[in-house]
């Protein structure tokens, strides 16, 4: 897909790696909407629009149905199509499953997961109109490898790559791809705020030694919306730590 001139949502994009994957598109010279429950930073919204390209802020709850029913809807209202939707918002809850509670599982779930089906049900219907159309889901590796404290969000995110393979085939006779993106460690503010030590544990799980860059997913995302021939895949971007 060649995506100058298109339109690309990207959820969760207030920050971090939604951030860089809005800044990696509007590098193409694609439009964006940036969503996020949040208001964005408008240096943000500056930085983007710098790169010639039209910017959107809509925002909303995209585990509300009807909320990401309206996104979606908005989005189709102001640029009359949706091109690429990247489902990147994700919320954690850490804890050991003996000390979790029904409310850590539910909301882990009901953002991580059922937020990406909500947006996807609703776009979907309008790339399926236009027979063109790249879904990319942001997972992460330890919905592969599970993780002790991250039940909750190994489950949701192991559950978005089911997802994805699902929707996969459903859209593929229609010439519309989706995919999976499993980012390892990346250097956020989450990593940032760790100590010393936790990072040289982290870093010794890793067989490259060192931390993604959130430009690193970023590429990825620009790289599967482009393909027309790579679909129901998983993409490890993770310095090696799962093979």
Do not use: W
């Amino acid at each position: 897909m060649e995506l100058k001139g298109k339109t690309v949502i990207v959820t969760g994009s207030s920050r971090g790696i939604g951030e860089a994957i809005a800044e990696g598109f509007a590098k193409e010279g694609a439009n964006i909407v940036l969503n996020a429950r949040k208001p964005v930073p408008e240096e943000m919204v500056q930085k983007l629009t710098a790169y010639g390209v039209k910017v959107e802020t809509i925002l909303g709850d995209i585990s509300d149905f009807e909320v990401a029913k309206e996104i979606i809807s908005k989005t189709k209202e102001i640029f009359g199509s949706i091109d690429v939707l990247v489902n990147n918002a994700g919320i954690n809850r850490d804890k050991l499953l003996m000390r979790m509670d029904e409310e850590d599982f539910d909301i882990t779930y009901q953002v991580n997961l059922k937020g990406s089906f909500n947006t996807i049900r609703h776009a979907l219907p309008i790339m399926l109109k236009q027979r063109a159309g790249s879904i990319i889901n942001i997972s992460s590796v330890v919905g592969e490898t599970g993780n002790p404290g991250q039940a909750n969000y190994a489950a949701s995110k192991a559950g978005i790559i089911g997802l994805t393979k699902s929707v996969a085939r459903e859209a593929a006779p229609r010439g519309i791809t989706c995919n999976t993106i499993t980012p390892g460690f990346i250097e956020t503010d989450m990593t940032a705020a760790l100590s010393e030590k936790n990072q040289k544990a982290m870093m010794d799980q890793i067989p490259l030694k060192k931390f993604g860059k959130t430009k690193d997913i970023a590429e990825a995302a620009v790289f599967l919306s482009k393909s027309d021939y790579i679909t129901g895949q998983t993409i490890r971007v993770n310095g090696g730590m799962y093979m």
